[in-house]
């Protein structure tokens, strides 16, 4: 099989050279060069409009590229404002839940040295009560020992 393939191969090279060499010995030097200059000149275009073509195809990524780091950019400064909102939004429910927690703790500590307070304010105006009743009754019985005779 490699044979027939290397056989097939040979004789298609032999061809091939001799076309060309058959072709390059029928046309005139004229000739060869008009269409040298021919293909030199529809190359040169070509080259230029590719060229050309090139610079367009920069431009428009080089857009496309400010366009897709513009949309990026809004998207992060969106994206990251979200957050921060989100994240605020979150502190400020923890620092409330804080706030009423300790409010609670000292509402009730207040309530408690406030009660203290008036027990102990109960129990002075008591003892009081009770050191006037018997001053009082100390002077009824001088007022009446004093004042109360013929």
């Known amino acids: 099989m490699r044979k027939k393939l290397a056989i097939v191969a040979a004789i298609l090279f032999v061809t091939a050279a001799s076309v060309q060499t058959y072709a390059a010995t029928a046309l005139n030097t004229n000739i060869i060069g008009l269409i040298s200059d ?82 102990s304010i109960t129990a002075n105006v008591n003892s009081n009560i009770q050191d006037v009743e018997n001053q009082m009754n100390q002077e009824l019985e001088k007022q009446i020992k004093d004042k109360l005779k013929k």
């Open 38 to 119: 021919g293909i030199n000149s529809i190359k040169n275009y070509y080259l230029q409009a590719s060229t050309n073509d090139m610079g367009n195809l920069s431009n428009q990524y080089n857009q496309n590229i400010d366009q897709y780091i513009n949309d990026k950019t809004n998207q992060v400064l969106a994206d990251l404002d979200a957050y921060k909102s989100k994240e605020v939004n979150r502190a400020n429910d923890e620092l409330n839940t804080y706030f009423q927690d300790i409010k609670n703790q000292t509402d009730a500590q207040i309530d408690s040295q406030v009660s203290q307070a008036k027990d």
